[in-house]
């Protein structure tokens, strides 16, 4: 049992470490093509394994999950402003569990 | 673009980021005032860490009473994946800033903040990030007193459903990019299919989330970088990979 300070600073420190190494180590653009396709792909990997399935069961019922997801997707295609497709797919939740409320499925 | 101009992009990118933070954030809060954590000392871990599944387990190291090496270890694995995303973010970054920018511009790389960096079009500047911190910093944080001293004052169904913002926002990062470049377009549906079934298969379900994440990023975008390597610098500078400018 150690003070909650003492907890936090080695928390926030060794995040901060995983965080700030790699960018001050890597300061020059890789000339590797296999590395730098790789770090590239990254973001577009590693956030859509975030989205799903995390996304179905981030609201109330699995169902307005899935409409969150759908009208992210459609609006993400479509308008592609981050602002209207993370207002968009919070509607869409809010409104599908007003509906399944209304039905008595919530 | 001037530093002022992308410092005004970062925070008008970053209102949705600050709206899914107090939500997420707000949530938090309840956790750790069940963990015996005080408003201000939840705020505080909030300001500091930025991290929303990596605050759950040092509330969860604490309320165990564990050891400072658990503490460290249990930190670096359910956080790995921000070095995937440093490196990443370490070659978008415009190559002419102070080495001061890269002490710095680590402490607010979130999985949100890193989405919307990818999605700049060329070279990142530091004051797009910096401008996005400017009010997601405060909602996170913000959020976080609020949810450990009032936890019951929002009903449930609102947190929830403002919490999908950050889904919707790692969406309108990916899905653009695979409407232009079909390579994407299959890695982001192998990705997501893969983590799927991940979720449901039997003995590949018991890995958490968080290891979940490092492993499929790693073997998908590693299988990528292979069957189609990137040829060209034009195509490396930015991320929206056809159009290639800077």
Redesign the interface.
């Known amino acids: ?2 003070s ?1 300070i ?3 600073a ?3 420190g ?3 470490l ?7 180590l ?5 000339k590797n ?23 179905f069961y ?3 019922s699995i169902i ?2 899935i409409a ?2 759908a ?3 459609i ?3 479509f308008d ?4 209207r ?6 509607l869409a ?2 409104l599908t ?1 007003w509906i399944l409320s209304l039905a008595g499925y919530l | 673009m001037s530093n002022r101009t992308w410092y005004g992009k970062g925070i ?2 970053g ?2 980021i600050a ?2 933070y107090f939500a997420v954030s707000f949530a938090l809060g309840i956790t750790a005032k069940e963990a015996g ?1 005080t408003p201000l ?1 939840a705020g ?2 909030s300001a ?2 930025l ?1 929303s599944a ?1 605050q759950f387990a ?1 509330i969860n ?2 309320a165990a ?1 564990g050891t ?1 090496l658990q ?2 270890f249990t ?2 694995i359910v ?13 978008k ?1 415009d ?1 002419n800033i102070s ?1 001061l920018h ?2 710095f ?3 607010f ?1 979130t ?1 949100e903040i ?3 960096a ?2 700049v079009e060329g070279r990142l500047n530091p004051f797009y990030n910096y401008g996005a911190a400017t009010v997601a910093v405060p909602g996170w944080t913000l959020g976080t007193i609020l949810g450990t001293a009032v936890g019951e004052i929002l009903p ?3 947190v ?20 232009k470049n079909r390579v ?1 377009a299959v ?2 549906v192998v ?6 079934l991940f ?2 298969l039997p003995v590949l379900r018991s890995i958490s ?1 968080s290891m ?2 490092i492993i ?2 790693i073997v ?3 299988v ?3 069957v ?4 060209t ?1 034009a ?2 500078a930015g ?1 929206t ?1 056809k159009e290639g400018e800077v």
């Open positions: 049992m150690y909650y003492l907890y936090l080695v928390a926030a060794t995040l901060y995983i965080r700030m190494l790699p960018l001050s890597i300061r020059k653009d890789i093509k296999y590395i730098r396709s790789f770090l590239y792909y990254v973001p577009f990997v590693t956030l859509a394994v975030m989205t799903v399935p995390a996304i981030a609201t109330g307005s999950g969150g997801f009208t992210g997707l609006l993400a295609f592609g402003n981050l602002f497709v993370a207002l968009g797919s919070c939740v809010l569990e | 008008k990118d209102i949705p709206l899914g954590i000392q505080c871990m500091l860490m991290a990596g040092t190291v604490i009473s400072l503490m460290a930190t670096l956080n790995l994946r921000y070095i995937l995303m440093s490196s990443s973010m370490s070659q970054l190559k080495f890269r002490l511009l680590p402490c790389v999985d890193f989405g919307i990818s999605g449930d169904r609102l929830t459903a403002l919490g999908v913002a950050l889904y919707g926002m790692f969406l309108a990062v990916i899905i653009p990019g695979a409407r994407i890695l982001v990705s997501m299919l893969s983590s799927y979720s449901i989330s979940r994440i499929l990023t998908i975008a590693a990528a970088s292979f189609r390597p990137i040829e610098d195509d490396q991320n990979a």
